[in-house]
């Protein structure tokens, strides 16, 4: 069974700190990587993607990759309450076809003022 | 509008009957996904059309499940005699090209009776 794993949360970070998302993945065919965002009664809204090991950074936002570890984590610099949502991690591995997402249950986080 | 399209956005309907979920995709996306979230958890992949074809169809729970994409664009996920164990949000997503990041839709909220 292809697996994302993720703490439910939920992680409280007060407003302006460093937020320290983590996933671990099963499967090492895996090849890509995606954080998506979504709040309370709305759909996932894409915000980073990571394909190669090592650090990807975009405005607050940084993903970072270690395949060997099976290890992807997202960062989040200056939190707003307004990033206060749930993070889905979700791993994709293409072959012969084969073409999902596979997601973790998500991480709830409270950016307070 | 430019983003994933989804009706109804919400589906109430009695157990046993058939029901009709419709996604219009991001113009120009080539493959097109169906997901389906239960509360607290996250989306779980249902079917994956590349074009017309349906290059995965591994996650259709039963045979009650059908999706089609006659013309390449919008799908329709139908759902014969229904059980209150569908009742799940169900998200539709495309993207460009198989290798790219998906965008999700709003969702239909479908809730069996």
């Known amino acids: 069974q292809k697996e994302v794993e993720q703490n439910s949360g939920p992680l409280s970070v007060p407003e302006g700190a460093i937020a320290s998302l983590n996933c671990t993945y099963s499967d090492r065919g895996s090849q890509s990587f995606f954080w998506y965002r979504q709040y309370s009664g709305k759909s996932p809204e894409l915000i980073m993607f990571?394909?190669?090991?090592g650090d990807k950074e975009d405005g607050r936002f940084t993903a970072q990759l270690n395949k060997a570890s099976q290890y992807v984590s997202l960062l989040i610099r200056d939190s707003q309450p307004s990033d206060s949502a749930t993070y889905l991690c979700a791993a994709r591995a293409l072959s012969g076809g084969y073409n999902k997402l596979i997601f973790g249950a998500g991480t709830r986080l409270a950016v307070h003022p | 509008g430019a983003g994933v399209s989804q009706t109804p956005s919400n589906k109430v309907t009695e157990k046993g009957k058939y029901v009709e979920l419709r996604c219009d995709p991001i113009?120009?996306?080539?493959?097109l996904y169906w997901y389906r979230q239960s509360l607290g958890q996250g989306p779980e992949f249902l079917i994956y059309f590349q074009g017309t074809g349906a290059a995965d169809d591994s996650g259709l729970p039963n045979d009650r499940f059908f999706a089609v994409r006659p013309e390449g664009s919008v799908s329709t996920l139908k759902i014969q005699r229904t059980e209150r164990g569908d009742s799940a949000v169900y998200l539709c997503a495309s993207s460009l090209a198989p290798d790219q990041p998906q965008h999700f839709g709003d969702g239909t909220r479908l809730s069996i009776l």
């Open positions: 990571i394909y190669s090991n």
């Open positions: 113009s120009g996306h080539t493959a």
